[in-house]
Nanobody
Framework: QVQLVESGGGMVHPGDSLRLSCAASGSVLTADGYGMGWFRRSAGKEREFVARITRAGRYTYYADSVKGRFTVSGDFAKNTVYLQMANLRPEDTAVYYC???????????????????WGLGTQVTVSP
């Protein structure tokens, strides 16, 4: 079993920044054995891929909508992954979820079905 806890959400103005954290715990996690993804779900929309960092931070991937504004990073020794969000826009308003992928694949893995465990999410609201 893996437990994921997101934190760092809140209400900000357009152009502001936020950093989300995702702390993972579980005996199956090893520093080189999993990747993490960030997804979000806005009201009335499907869950969408935001960013991914592969095992040990080898590769990162981003959705086009956040590329250049969001940065995913991780401290895999501490099983913690971050999503630094800059220049936030109202359309970034959503519940943000982190998820873990135990397959050790280094590819983009943008589909939710490729992830094995999910956190409960943290709300990010961007409003004037």
């Amino acid at each position: 079993q893996v437990q994921l806890v997101e934190s760092g959400g809140g209400m900000v103005h357009p152009g502001d920044s936020l950093r989300l954290s995702c702390a993972a715990s579980g005996s199956v996690l090893t520093a080189d054995g999993y990747g993490m993804g960030w997804f979000r779900r806005s009201a009335g929309k499907e869950r969408e891929f935001v960013a991914r960092i592969t095992r040990a931070g080898r590769y990162t991937y981003y959705a086009d909508s956040v590329k250049g504004r969001f940065t995913v990073s991780g401290d895999f020794a501490k099983n913690t992954v971050y999503l630094q969000m800059a220049n936030l826009r109202p359309e970034d308003t959503a519940v943000y979820y982190c998820a873990v992928d135990l397959s050790s694949v280094d590819g983009p893995a943008a589909a939710a079905g490729e992830y094995d465990y999910w956190g409960l999410g943290t709300q990010v609201t961007v409003s004037p």
